[in-house]
């Protein structure tokens, strides 16, 4: 606090010297040049020099004090509000609003700055609130197949479990150790998605093939639950884009359309090859969605039908749109509640 106080009062003397500098000179320079075309004798500018100093002296205190109530008003105080602010900032507290400085007091410098701070408080706060949601969701989605496994396993203790109770328990524990191990693998690849840790690497390959490989990978899936497949699927449409990554596209909404597909549901898949735009349509006769979930959909763990919630953990589609806009697709989505969705991706594409 001293040194503070001492550079304080250093800097106020330099300004002060500063200002008696440059009024000595100013005035030294106007008497010189009076001088030379007068005739006063020297003697009396001797004896009027000790007043003319006086003077001189008594205007630069008023001009450094002018201008100290100047810096004070106009630059002093906002900077102190400005830091203290800050300072909240730096402690956690994403709250703050700083009020715009009188225009009379600020010729706006100090506003844009203030404005770039608000804007900044206001963006790390919506972050603190992801993070939360996100640790909380985190929490919530592990606590359930930890919960399943720890209960199964408990079960599995007993002595007087006959051969298909020890099975279907020990299935139980796979599957939840399933679920546990795809939700840790799709929040690191999240993770690394929206911290561009995964760089899309283009290359010519045929979507077609991709779309059936991937799609024939859930042929068991459809075939329990009953549902008809249709397919329209055009060859040899071929695209420069990263497989690895669209192929996480592709696998996050068949599994989504055939999750929320009732029992002897529809399932229609298509590709088409359009003016060099490549468009994967896959609809499915499932619950749909209202209009409030529709705009929520991409968002990390959100899930408009809670009913199927154990299926899932509500990263897939959050994947899919990061995947999108890394690769400069485009992703659209009809629905409309109980009667099923309509997702369509369009990929720039060309006939090979």
Avoid at 338 to 345: L, P, Q, Y
Wanted: proline fraction near 2%; charged fraction near 20%; glycine fraction near 6%.
């Amino acid at each position: 606090m001293n040194e503070k106080r001492i550079k304080k009062m250093s800097l106020g003397i330099l300004r002060f010297v500063a200002f008696f500098a440059l009024i000595s000179f100013v005035v030294t320079c106007s008497f010189l040049l009076f001088l030379e075309s007068s005739n006063i004798d020297e003697t009396v500018i001797r004896s009027n020099a000790p007043i003319t100093f006086l003077n001189i002296f008594l205007l630069t205190s008023i001009l450094w004090l002018i201008d100290f109530i100047r810096r004070k008003i106009t630059v002093d105080r906002p900077v102190k509000t400005i830091i203290s602010e800050l300072d909240k900032i730096t402690k956690g507290n994403f709250n703050v609003k700083i009020p715009h400085i009188n225009d009379l007091i600020d010729t706006g410098s100090f506003n844009v700055i203030i404005d770039g701070i608000n804007q900044m408080s206001e963006e790390l706060k919506s972050v603190e609130t992801l993070q939360t949601d996100f640790i909380a969701n985190v929490s919530h989605e592990l606590k359930t197949p930890l919960a399943a496994i720890n209960n199964y396993g408990t079960l599995l203790q007993s002595p007087d479990l006959t051969d298909e109770e020890r099975s279907q328990y020990a299935k139980s524990v796979t599957d939840a150790s399933r679920s546990l191990a795809n939700l840790i693998t799709n929040i690191l690849k999240l993770n690394k998605l929206e911290n561009q840790q995964i760089f899309p690497e283009a290359t010519p390959y045929n979507l077609s093939e991709q779309i059936c490989s991937c799609f024939l990978a859930f042929e068991d899936e459809w075939e329990n639950k009953n549902l008809e497949v249709e397919t329209d699927i055009e060859e040899n449409v071929v695209i420069n884009a990263d497989s690895q990554l669209l192929e996480l596209v592709w696998n996050n909404l068949f599994s989504n359309a055939i999750k929320f597909t009732e029992d002897s549901g529809k399932i229609y898949v298509a590709l088409k090859n359009e003016n060099g735009c490549a468009t994967v349509t896959i609809t499915d006769t499932g619950c749909g969605m209202s209009a409030e979930t529709g705009r929520h959909i991409f968002e990390k763990f959100y899930q408009g039908d809670t009913s199927h919630a154990a299926k899932g953990n509500g990263l897939g589609l959050a994947l899919v749109k990061r995947v999108v806009d890394i690769t400069g697709c485009e992703i659209s989505v009809q629905s409309e509640l109980g009667t099923g969705s309509t997702f369509t991706v369009r990929l720039r594409g060309r006939r090979s």
